[in-house]
């Protein structure tokens, strides 16, 4: 495990963050920090827009997710298991969401629940897997530590 896959790994979770609350903000959540909310843009015309904005994260998630999986195998397979599962749930969410955009009736009450939970399940889930990170980071950067410090 490189401490440049683990760097890259940590700058994704803020511009998926980035993209995810661009979503939520797209249909009218409040933003992050005291900005008021938007006025939602998310309308039964433009509904293609919304869904191709959660296709695109979520193909953007699968991808990094498959990243982590991949660093994170070395763990034990129930911490695997448990970010896996995490993981999941997120890419749920998504398409349920996306299942919402394609409907003829605008259910923009329940699309907006959907996109709040997603919103959390992501921020909570990344809150997590960065400390996770962090910790292995740091752990790779030891021996360097170490070494400079015999110096």
């Known amino acids: 495990m490189q401490v ?10 803020s511009a998926i963050m980035g993209q995810a609350r661009w979503v939520g903000e797209w249909v009218g959540l409040q933003p992050a920090g005291n900005n ?3 006025a939602p843009r998310y309308n039964v015309d433009n509904r293609y827009q919304l869904r191709n904005m959660i296709i ?7 991808n990094h997710y498959t990243r982590e999986e991949n660093v994170l ?3 034990s397979p129930e911490t ?4 896996h599962t995490e993981h999941d749930t997120v890419l749920k969410l ?6 919402l955009t394609e409907s003829q009736s605008s259910e923009k009450d329940r699309l ?15 809150s997590l897997e960065e400390s996770v990170f962090r910790l292995l980071r740091d752990i790779q950067n030891l021996p360097r ?6 110096r």
Do not use: F, S
């Open 36 to 38: 008021p909310p938007p």
């Open 73 to 75: 195998a070395q763990l």
């Open 112 to 126: 907006e629940q959907v996109i709040t939970e997603m919103l959390r399940k992501i921020e909570d889930h990344n």
């Open 56 to 62: 695109d994260l979520e193909q953007g998630l699968k």
């Open 4 to 13: 440049a896959t683990i760097d890259r790994i940590l700058a994704e979770h």
């Open 80 to 83: 695997l298991h448990q970010i």
């Open 145 to 150: 530590t170490l070494g400079n410090r015999a």
């Open 94 to 99: 998504m398409a349920y969401a996306e299942g």
